[in-house]
């Protein structure tokens, strides 16, 4: 079984930054795409960053040039780094990790941005 447990929310005010982290368990082998998502209260989640297993990236247009998706295979962490964050950037945001056609998911981590 696969586990994911993202880390590094919080408060920030706009400007700031942050770096979300999320740690995967398990038999992991096959990973073919890790991405980043968040849901904004009463709003529909969405895609943030992803990364291939050839770290080929893609980013929501609201997000280019200000954040970054990375990984370290060797630490089985996925990272996203979060730079000129805005109020609007703020939601509950999620790891997922697509494992031979199969979709696992992290708990999630709040991030808020306010003033």
């Known amino acids: 079984q696969v586990q994911l447990e993202e880390s590094g929310g919080g408060l920030v005010q706009p400007g700031g930054s942050l770096q979300l982290s999320c740690v995967s368990s398990?038999?992991?082998?096959?990973?073919?795409?890790m991405a980043w998502y968040r849901q904004a209260p009463g709003k529909q989640r969405e895609l943030v960053a992803a990364?291939?297993?050839?770290?080929?990236?893609s980013y929501a247009d609201s997000v280019k040039g200000r954040f970054t998706i990375s990984k370290d295979n060797a630490r089985r962490t996925l990272y996203l780094q979060m730079n000129s964050l805005k109020p609007e950037d703020t939601a509950v945001y999620y790891c997922?990790?697509?494992?031979?056609?199969?979709?696992?998911w992290g708990s999630g981590t709040q991030v808020t941005v306010s003033s």
């Open positions: 997922t990790h697509r494992i031979q056609n199969q979709d696992y």
């Open positions: 398990g038999d992991t082998f096959g990973i073919v795409l």
């Open positions: 990364i291939s297993s050839g770290r080929s990236t």
